[in-house]
């Protein structure tokens, strides 16, 4: 059975970091892009950032939203996947969300998701 799990969502004043953590088992995680995903009340599910699986390169894509500000990595012996989040803006409040896809391409940015995680909330105060 898979299982995808986020963590390290919190509430943080403006210009502050977080850590989210997503650990994912049941599947073998160097196979799969993993990806971040949020969503604020009343608006559309977005893309944050992906990586590619180590193998293909594991090239990174960031919204543009985000770019410089946000970073992601993969740990594979840890089947864990980190976003740095630096210099938060109220604008980043949202249900942060993990997916893994399992995907060959280096490119990540059209990565399937096939499986979800269920959420952790980022609030940003200001």
């Known amino acids: 059975q898979v299982q995808v799990v986020e963590s390290g969502g919190g509430l943080v004043q403006a210009g502050g970091s977080l850590r989210l953590s997503c650990t994912a088992s049941g599947l073998a995680f160097d196979d799969y892009a993993m990806g971040w995903f949020r969503q604020a009340p009343g608006k559309k599910r977005e893309g944050v950032s992906c990586?590619?699986?180590?193998?293909?390169?594991?090239?990174?894509y960031y919204a543009d939203s985000v770019k410089g500000r946000f970073t992601i990595s993969r740990d594979n012996a840890k089947n864990t996947v980190y976003l740095q989040m630096n210099s938060l803006k109220p604008d980043d409040t949202a249900m942060y969300y993990c997916?893994?896809?399992?995907?060959?391409?280096?490119?990540?940015?059209?990565?399937?998701?096939?499986?979800w995680g269920q959420g952790t909330q980022v609030t940003v105060s200001s």
């Open positions: 997916a893994a896809g399992l995907y060959s391409r280096g490119y990540c940015g059209t990565m399937p998701t096939n499986y």
């Open positions: 990586i590619s699986r180590s193998r293909s390169g594991g090239s990174t």
